[in-house]
C-alpha cells in the first residue's frame, strides 16, 4: 500500500492537479485580498470557462492551448464588468450585501448553463489527451504536465505585474490602504474591476488547462471552488504564495486520499479539512489575522 | 481603607513587537470619578479594552472589588457592573434610540416592558427623551454619545468606563455633556473616563492617572499632575517642560 | 419591537385556512402547498439570518436531517409517522446546535460563517449519497398508506392545514421572540457584537439559541417534506436548491420580519410558476430567476418587499397630508 511504485505517481500527479487548483485559488485569493470579499460566483464562473473552452474546440475547432489566448482577454473583460456594474453597485458597500449578490450571480450563471446546455456531462477528446511523459517511476499525462508549467508562468507573470506595472501597484495601495489610495487618487471602482477580472482571467486559463483531461457539466465548478475555498482559506486569506503552495498540497491529499478512500470519501477528506481549517484557523497558514 | 472598586496590577499587553501596554497599575475609588489622560497612543483605549475582558493582559491582574477579573469574558465582566463606552461610536445603527438604551436595561431587567420604561427614563437624564422613536443613524456625532453613555447607563453599572465622550463635540455641546457626566456621578455610579479635553478632566475628576508609551507616568489630583513636567514632556516633547518654565510657567 | 400582533397573525392564518373550503384544484393546493413549506423554511432561516444577522448558506442541512431522520424511522425502525416526525424536528435542531457550538465558539462570522455552513451541508449530502441508511444514491421511499395515523392523506388539504398549522406555530414562535429580552438580545448581536457585549450579552450563547431554534423550524418542513412528497434523496434532502430558497424567501419578503418569509416564499414560488407557464418545464430556468431575483432584491430593496411597502406607505400618507394641506392651506 506504501509502495513507492503507488506513492509517487500519486504524489506527482496530485502536485500536477494541484497546480490548476492553485491557479483557481489564486483568482480567488486575489479578489479577497484586494476586495476583502467571497466570491462565491468563482464556481460558476469556472464552469461557465470551462464550456467556453468545450465549445471553442467542438464548434470552432480550436485548441485549448490555443483558445486560451481568446478566453483570457474576454473573461477578464466579463469579471472587469460583473465587479463594475453589478456587484459593486449593488453591495452598496454592506458586506452582507456582497455575500448575497455574489451567492446570486453563482446561482444564475450556473442555471443559465444547465438550461442551455443540459446536465450531461461531456468530454474533449483530444489525440494528445492521452499522451504520457514517461519518467520511469511514474507515468504523467502531457496536457497535466503542461498545465503544470503554464501554471508557474502565469503566477510569474501576475507577480510582475503587481510589481511592476502601475496598475499592479495600484492593486497593491488598495488592497493594503484603501481609504489611503483612493486619497491619493485612485479609482478604486476601476481597481476593484480590474482585480475582479484578473481573477477571472486566471479562470479562463485554469479552464483551458483542465478541459483536455476533466470532464463538464454545469456543476463542474462547485467541486472546484470549494477546494479553492479550502485552499484559500489554509494558505491564508490574500496572500499569493499560500494559494500556490496550498493548491500543491491539497492537490497531494485529494490524491492520496483518493487512493485510499475511493472518490466520493476522498471530496469529503476536503471538505473535513476546510472545516477544521476555519475552525481552527481562519487566518491560514500564511495569511493575517482574521 | 475600603477595597478599591477596580485595581490594576502591574498590567502588560503585547501585540507582536509592540509593547502597548508597560507595567500599568492604577486603583480607582468608589464613588469618585477618575481620570486616565495621556498623549494619543499611549494606551489607554488598550487598557479599557483589558479591563473590560475585550482583550486579556499579556501579564498582570485585574481585580474588581478584590476579586479577580483577569480575562474574563466582556459579557460577564458587564454583568458584574463593569461597563465600557467606545471610543468610536458603536450604536446599534438598524434600532431606534428607545431600543439602543433598552438593551442596555436588559441587563437586570427580563421583561420587554420594564426594559422600555427604564430605557425611557435613562433617556431624559441624558437628554435624548425627545428623540425616542429616531433611528439612532440619524443622529448627529453628540447624540450618538450620548446615546453610547445612555445606553451604558441603563445597564446600571457600578462602574463606567467612559471613553472619549467628549471628543469630536463642539464647546457647547461639551458644556451639556459635563453637567451630564457628573450627575451620573452624584447618582453614585464610580467613573473612570479616558480624556483629552482638559477643561472637562480638571472641573470633573478628582483623580487623576497619566498614561504615556504604555507607562503610568504620573498619579494624583488634576492640578498636580497636570504641572508635573514630566506629564508636560509626555505631552509636549522632551524638554518642554524646561522651555515653558522658562517662559513663564504652564497654564491650564 | 414593531411587528405584527398575535391577533394579526391568526387573522392571516385564519384567512389562508379557508383556501382548501373555496377551491378543490389540486394543482392550486400542490402550488399553496409548497409555498407555505419554503415559507416555513424561510422562517427557520429567518431567525438566525434576519434577527440574528448570522447568513446561513447550507440551512439545507437541517432540512434534510428533518426528512432523513423522519423517513429512516419509519422505514428502517418502524416507527409511527408522527413521533418519527418530531424525531425530525429533534435530529434537526441537534445538528443546529453542533454546528452551532463548533462555528460560534470559534468566533465565524460574515462570509466565514457563511463558507462553513455551506461545506457541512455538503460534507452531509455526500455522506448520505453513499451511506446505506439514507439509501446512498437511490434515496427512500416512504411506503404508500393512506391514513392519517400514517401522516398521509387521500386528499391534499389535511396537508395544507398541517403546514399551515406548522407555519403559523413558526410565526407566533417569531412573534414571541421579538418581544422578548432573547429576541432584544439577538437583535443587537446582529447589529453590533462588542456593543452587545459590553452591556451583558452572551453573544455566543445567544447564536446557538438562535441557531437551534432556526435549525428546528426548517427541519420540521424537511420532515413534512417527505412525508407530502414520500420519497428523499441526498440531492433533494441537502442540496443547494433547498439552501438557496431558504435564505431567498425571507430576503426577498422582508428580512428581519415576521411575516416576510410568507411573503417572500408567495413571490417566488408565483415567479417560478410564471416562469414554467412561459418557458416550458426546462431544467435549472427557475433557479435562474431565483438567482436573478436575489441580485436585484439586493441591489433595490435590501430589507425586502416588506420594506418597500413600507416606505411606500410612508410616502402616499406624506402626499395625502400635503395634498390636504393644499386644500385648507
Same mark, same amino acid.
Given at each position: 500500500m506504501l509502495s513507492p511504485v503507488v506513492l509517487v505517481p500519486a504524489i506527482l500527479n496530485g502536485l500536477l492537479t494541484g497546480a490548476v487548483y492553485g491557479l483557481v485559488a489564486l483568482g480567488l485569493t486575489l479578489i479577497y485580498g484586494v476586495l476583502? +470579499? +467571497?466570491?462565491?460566483?468563482h464556481g460558476a464562473l469556472l464552469t461557465a470557462a470551462m464550456f467556453a473552452a468545450f465549445f471553442a474546440h467542438r464548434l470552432l475547432g480550436l485548441d485549448p492551448y490555443l483558445a486560451a489566448i481568446v478566453l483570457t482577454p474576454l473573461f477578464f473583460a466579463l469579471g472587469y464588468c460583473l465587479q463594475r456594474f453589478v456587484i459593486g453597485p449593488a453591495a452598496h458597500g454592506e458586506d452582507r450585501n456582497i455575500l448575497l449578490v455574489t451567492l446570486g450571480l453563482a446561482v444564475l450563471i450556473e442555471n443559465v448553463l444547465l438550461y442551455a446546455f443540459g446536465a450531461d456531462t461531456r468530454t474533449l477528446n483530444l489525440d494528445y489527451a492521452f499522451d504520457i511523459v514517461d519518467l520511469g517511476i511514474a507515468f504523467l499525462a502531457v496536457p497535466r504536465v503542461i498545465g503544470f508549467g503554464v501554471v508557474l508562468v502565469v503566477a510569474l507573470v501576475l507577480w510582475l505585474i503587481l510589481s511592476l506595472t502601475d496598475t499592479g501597484k495600484a492593486i497593491r495601495a488598495v488592497a493594503k490602504e484603501k481609504l489611503g489610495a483612493e486619497l491619493s487618487g485612485i479609482d478604486v471602482g476601476h481597481i476593484y474591476a480590474v482585480t475582479f477580472g484578473l481573477g477571472t482571467a486566471c479562470l479562463a486559463i485554469a479552464a483551458c488547462l483542465l478541459i483536455p483531461t476533466y470532464y463538464v457539466n454545469p456543476h463542474v465548478g462547485n467541486a472546484f471552488v470549494l477546494i479553492a475555498f479550502t485552499i484559500v482559506v489554509l494558505g491564508g486569506m490574500g496572500s499569493v504564495t499560500g494559494a500556490l503552495v496550498g493548491g500543491l498540497f491539497i492537490g497531494v491529499v485529494e490524491s492520496l486520499c483518493g487512493l485510499y478512500l475511493g472518490e466520493s470519501l476522498g471530496q469529503i477528506g476536503i471538505f473535513v479539512m476546510f472545516i477544521l481549517v476555519l475552525l481552527l484557523r481562519p487566518s491560514g497558514l500564511f495569511g493575517e489575522r482574521a | 481603607m475600603a477595597e478599591p472598586v477596580l485595581r490594576v496590577e502591574r498590567a502588560f499587553k503585547r501585540f507582536g513587537g509592540l509593547l502597548a501596554v508597560d507595567n500599568a497599575s492604577l486603583a480607582v475609588e468608589a464613588g469618585r470619578i477618575t481620570a486616565l489622560i495621556g498623549p494619543n497612543g499611549a494606551g489607554k483605549t488598550t487598557l479599557f479594552s483589558i479591563i473590560s475582558g475585550f482583550m486579556p493582559p499579556s501579564e498582570g491582574h485585574i481585580f474588581h472589588r478584590g476579586a479577580d477579573i483577569t480575562g474574563m469574558p466582556p459579557h460577564l465582566v458587564a454583568r458584574r457592573g463593569i461597563v465600557r463606552t467606545f471610543q468610536i461610536v458603536q450604536p446599534f445603527a438598524g434600532l431606534t434610540v428607545h431600543e439602543n438604551i433598552a438593551i442596555g436595561a436588559h441587563l437586570s431587567r427580563r421583561s420587554r416592558a420594564e426594559a422600555l420604561d427604564a430605557a425611557a427614563e435613562v433617556a431624559s437624564t441624558v437628554g435624548l427623551g425627545d428623540l425616542l422613536g429616531r433611528p439612532a443613524a440619524s443622529l448627529t456625532v453628540a447624540g450618538r454619545k450620548r446615546l453610547e453613555v445612555a445606553r451604558a447607563l441603563a445597564a446600571e453599572p457600578e462602574l463606567l468606563l467612559l471613553d472619549e465622550v467628549l471628543a469630536g463635540l463642539n464647546p457647547a455641546e461639551v458644556a451639556t455633556m459635563m453637567p451630564i457626566i457628573r450627575g451620573i456621578a452624584d447618582a453614585g455610579v464610580t467613573i473612570l473616563m479616558i480624556e483629552h479635553v482638559m477643561q472637562a478632566v480638571m472641573s470633573l475628576a478628582g483623580h487623576v492617572f497619566v498614561l504615556a508609551e504604555g507607562r503610568i507616568i504620573a498619579e494624583g489630583a488634576p492640578q498636580v499632575v497636570v504641572d508635573n513636567p514630566r506629564v508636560v514632556e509626555a505631552y509636549l516633547g522632551h524638554g518642554a517642560a524646561a522651555r515653558l518654565s522658562a517662559a513663564g510657567g504652564v497654564h491650564v | 419591537m414593531r411587528g405584527p400582533s398575535i391577533a394579526h397573525i391568526v387573522l392571516v392564518i385564519a384567512m389562508l385556512a379557508t383556501v382548501p373550503l373555496l377551491t378543490t384544484s389540486n394543482a392550486v393546493l400542490n402550488f399553496l402547498i409548497v409555498a407555505l413549506l419554503i415559507a416555513l423554511v424561510g422562517q427557520g432561516w429567518n431567525v438566525l439570518g434576519g434577527y440574528g444577522g448570522q447568513y446561513s448558506f447550507g440551512h439545507a442541512a437541517f432540512f434534510g436531517t428533518g426528512a432523513y431522520v423522519t423517513a429512516i424511522l419509519q422505514m428502517r425502525y418502524g416507527i409511527n409517522a408522527w413521533p418519527a416526525f418530531a424525531l425530525g424536528i429533534a435530529g434537526g435542531a441537534l445538528v443546529g446546535a453542533a454546528i452551532g457550538a463548533l462555528t460560534f465558539r470559534s468566533g465565524l462570522k460574515g462570509s466565514y460563517f457563511a463558507l462553513v455552513t455551506l461545506a457541512f451541508a455538503e460534507v452531509l449530502r455526500i455522506l448520505a449519497s453513499v451511506a446505506p441508511i439514507t439509501g446512498a444514491g437511490v434515496g427512500i421511499l416512504i411506503t404508500l398508506d393512506l391514513r392519517p395515523q400514517a401522516f398521509q392523506f387521500q386528499s391534499r388539504a389535511p396537508f395544507y392545514w398541517i403546514v399551515l398549522a406548522l407555519l403559523a406555530a413558526s410565526l407566533v414562535i417569531v412573534r414571541l421572540i421579538e418581544q422578548s429580552r432573547f429576541g432584544a438580545w439577538l437583535v443587537a448581536v446582529r447589529e453590533n457584537e462588542d456593543a452587545a457585549k459590553a452591556v451583558g450579552v452572551d453573544t455566543v450563547r445567544v447564536k446557538l439559541v438562535a441557531m437551534t431554534i432556526s435549525a428546528a423550524i426548517t427541519a420540521a418542513g424537511g420532515g413534512f417534506y417527505v412525508q407530502y412528497f414520500l420519497f428523499i434523496d441526498s440531492g433533494i434532502a441537502y442540496g443547494p436548491w433547498i439552501s438557496i430558497e431558504a435564505l431567498l424567501a425571507p430576503i426577498v419578503g422582508g428580512i428581519g420580519t415576521v411575516f416576510g418569509p410568507l411573503l417572500g416564499a408567495v413571490v417566488v414560488k408565483t415567479l417560478g410558476e410564471l416562469t414554467k407557464l412561459i418557458t416550458g418545464d426546462a431544467p435549472g430556468l427557475d433557479l435562474v430567476i431565483y438567482g436573478g431575483v436575489l441580485v436585484l432584491i439586493v441591489a433595490f430593496a435590501p430589507h425586502g418587499i416588506t420594506s418597500l411597502l413600507a416606505a411606500l406607505r410612508v410616502r402616499f400618507a406624506r402626499l395625502r397630508s400635503s395634498a390636504s394641506e393644499g386644500v385648507h392651506g
Open positions: 476583502h +470579499i +467571497i466570491n462565491f460566483a | - | -
